[in-house]
């Protein structure tokens, strides 16, 4: 019989699964290269300049929102283990 942790362990392993595949399933549909084209010819560009910009910001952005992410999470799980080794030894 599987312990809990072994369920656990399957059960998040089969929610990502199914995250990646109904994302991959929607991929097709995130087309904003094309749209932006077609909004240039038909000459409906708006803004296009100020969209590049926060778009590029938006980019550059995220790679270190996600480093900084995982970092507080380490750090977060490392202070929780010190507190609870300092306990078990008071």
């Known amino acids: 019989m599987p312990s809990v942790d072994n369920r ?3 059960l998040r392993t089969a929610a990502l699964l199914a995250v990646v595949l109904i994302l991959s399933w929607f ?5 904003a290269c094309p749209t932006c084209r077609e909004a240039l ?6 803004d296009l300049l100020s969209g ?4 590029i910001i938006f980019m550059m952005t995220m790679p ?6 995982f970092a507080l ?3 977060w799980l490392i202070r ?3 507190l609870a080794h300092e306990a078990g030894e008071a």
């Not at 991929?27 to 087309?31: C, D, Q, V």
């Not at 010819?41 to 708006?46: A, F, I, T």
Request: hydrophobic share 45%.
């Open 80 to 82: 929780i283990a010190r």
């Open 27 to 31: 991929a097709p549909l995130a087309s």
């Open 73 to 75: 999470y380490c750090y």
């Open 64 to 69: 270190f929102l996600l480093l900084g992410s």
């Open 52 to 55: 590049y910009f926060w778009s």
């Open 8 to 10: 656990r362990l399957f």
């Open 41 to 46: 010819l038909d000459g409906h560009g708006g």
